[in-house]
């Protein structure tokens, strides 16, 4: 059983309105602040207000939600901030670097040579190194049962899905920028 409020914790403190924050969006059980020591200007958090340590204590239906906000407050730094892109992403424990046990999703507003680095150099794995680690995860992987989502529509153009992409990806190389993405190709 998961607390919902933890004393220990910072973030739910803030959600306690114990500690003063800046906050942009709230609902019944999510609330995004503004992180003080941001990576760029609007560098925000989206936080669950039920305390769950990692996103694997997160409810499936409370991590769309969670997402999903993300998304629209991905959307309105674009048009707000007037940026040229955004970083949505989870540190999921210490090694990744989380440093709060209060499961979060940062948004972090990117410009071309703002000089924040999430880069990181590619590892070249043999083909059997490949292999094996495809071997040990494929299995499992494929009977999550995560619950297929039959009525998605397909977008009918490419020009529908890259309207929030970064403007120095043209239309012409979309497809080749996400393969290499996928390929991990430096
Ligand atoms: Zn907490």
Redesign the pocket.
Known sequence: MV?R??ES?????I?GNRVPAYKIYEDDLILAVLDVNGANPGHCFVIPKN???IIEQVPDAELANLFGVANKISSSIFEDLKVQGTNIFVSNGIPAGQT???FLINVIPRQENDGVNLQWKPKQLTEEEMSTVELKLKESIQNIGVEKIESIEKPKTTQEKIEMQPQSISDDDEEDYIAKQMRRVP
């Not at 914790?9 to 403190?13: D, G």
């Open positions: 607390e409020i933890r914790c910072l973030i739910c403190q959600v305390h769950y340590p709060v046990a209060h």
